[in-house]
């Protein structure tokens, strides 16, 4: 992790009519750094990262990601970032390799570099075997790591993880945490949100939304001390039950 700020946001926010859904956020990320973003259902979280992704335009307030201004140059913004769902994003009906090369093409890589990628990437998971297997037959846990690898293969300077280990069993869980920490290792910053509190101790930093604003950032340790808590889940549970607005 290094001082550079790679994700900046000043009094973003978002408005649905007379609902505001993100109110005036401000915070920065610096570069490889594994930055925690919770809240509740309807915090406001999923909003937020909507915008920092340059997939909706902020009502007031801005960001920059990847030094890009998320309102007026989004579509370099989405060249510079990697994003991966609890939903995986992977093709079932294409093999492995085929998907790779798909990912390869939508980011623009050159075709020798896409090949290079899948082989060094196929071995650093394992996958030499599985070139050729369809998606759909492959274990969560895999789907899971492919989908992952699929979301920094055009090494983006920063990656979203929007739940990314929802559904998945304890172990599958960490193994998927030792590659965000080989990732954030090369340089690339995580932006993950996660409902698993125990996830939340593996952040370098933590925020959590309540009713659309921050009400608390720092590391683990820091906010347990402030809230006066013996796990994370002490410190959202202290937060979330001053939330206003349901689900």
């Not at 992790?1 to 994700?7: A, H, L």
């Not at 085929?98 to 996958?127: A, C, H, S, W």
């Not at 979203?160 to 090369?186: C, H, K, S």
Request: aromatic fraction near 10%; glycine fraction near 10%; charge should be negative.
């Amino acid at each position: 992790m290094t001082d550079e700020i790679v994700i900046k946001a000043e009094g973003l926010t978002k408005r649905f009519g007379d609902f505001t859904a993100t109110d005036h956020v401000t915070f920065e990320v610096r570069k490889g750094e594994i930055f925690g973003f919770l809240g509740a259902n309807g915090a406001g979280k999923t909003t937020a990262m909507r915008m920092l992704c340059g997939l909706s335009q902020p009502s007031d307030g801005k960001a920059t990601v990847a030094g890009y201004d998320v309102a007026t140059e989004y579509e370099q913004v989405k060249r510079h970032i990697g994003y991966m769902s609890q939903k995986f994003s992977l093709y079932d009906d294409l093999t492995v390799e085929e998907n790779l090369v798909l990912f390869g093409g939508i980011y623009g890589m050159p075709r020798k570099k896409v090949q290079d990628k899948i082989t060094e990437l196929l071995q650093e998971l394992g996958f030499e075997s599985e070139r050729k297997t369809m998606v759909k037959s492959l274990p969560l846990g895999w789907k899971q790591k492919l989908a992952f690898s699929l979301a920094i293969f055009h090494e983006p300077s920063i990656v979203f993880l929007d739940e990314p280990t929802g559904g998945v069993d304890p172990v599958t869980r960490r193994q998927f945490w030792e590659l965000i920490y080989r990732a954030a290792d090369n340089g690339i910053t995580v932006f993950v949100t996660t409902h698993y509190m125990d996830e939340a101790e593996y952040c370098d930093r933590v925020s959590i939304m309540v009713d659309g604003r921050i009400d608390a950032l720092g590391s683990p340790m820091q906010l347990k001390q402030q809230f006066h808590g013996n796990s994370m889940y002490d410190v959202f549970y202290a937060l979330a039950r001053t939330a206003k607005r349901g689900d």
